[in-house]
């Protein structure tokens, strides 16, 4: 059973892209391992940018700056 986790930075991706994420994950793990699309577990999460961080600085600080 294929367990997959996305993170992403919460900035209004929709619904449906959040679907189509779920359903191309599933797609590409069947198509390449053959596993089984409906034991195909994927979750995402949507962190704030203030609690991501990079090069020692948050997202939110990054891209304030232009970054």
């Known amino acids: ?3 997959v986790n996305i993170k992403i930075t919460r900035e209004g991706a929709s619904a ?4 189509e994420l779920i359903s191309g994950v599933t797609e590409l793990l069947a198509r390449v391992l ?12 949507e962190v704030e940018t203030d609690n ?6 948050t997202v939110t600080r990054r891209r304030a700056q232009g970054r």
């Open 1 to 3: 059973m294929p367990y």
């Open 16 to 19: 449906e892209q959040k679907a």
């Open 52 to 57: 991501w961080g990079i090069g020692g600085e």
């Open 34 to 45: 053959d596993k089984n699309p409906q034991t195909t577990v994927v979750v995402i999460d």
